[in-house]
């Protein structure tokens, strides 16, 4: 079992930043995959940016902008998040593959809006 737990979410104006985390029960190391979706009102989650054995994938409507990093003592996940748009509103969720198991954090909400 894994636990996931996201926090960092809020209402931000358009340009501005936001850093989310997730706190996660077992160790980084550990996980297959460790990285972030998201899900806005009316469509389908999708990938946000992943980590595996050291090798990032990042979706392109947020490359350059949004970046993965992890703290391997404190078994956390953060997703930084700068020069954030409307269109990046969305519950973001925390996710993990261990041991051929998907693991989904609560969710946290994004909302970017003047």
């Known amino acids: 079992q894994v636990q996931l737990v996201e926090s960092g979410g809020g209402l931000v104006q358009p340009g501005g930043s936001l850093r989310l985390s997730c706190a996660v029960s077992r160790s980084i190391f550990s996980m297959n995959v460790m990285g972030w979706y998201r899900q806005a009102p009316g469509k389908q989650r999708e990938l946000v940016t992943t980590?595996?054995?050291?090798?990032?994938t990042v979706a392109d409507a947020v490359k350059g902008r949004f970046t993965l990093s992890t703290d391997n003592a404190k078994n956390t996940v953060y997703l930084q998040m700068n020069s954030l748009k409307p269109e990046d509103t969305a519950v973001y969720y925390c996710?993990?593959?261990?041991?051929?198991?998907?693991?989904w954090g609560q969710g946290t909400q994004v909302t970017v809006s003047s």
């Open positions: 980590i595996t054995r050291g090798r990032t």
């Open positions: 996710y993990s593959s261990y041991l051929s198991h998907d693991y």
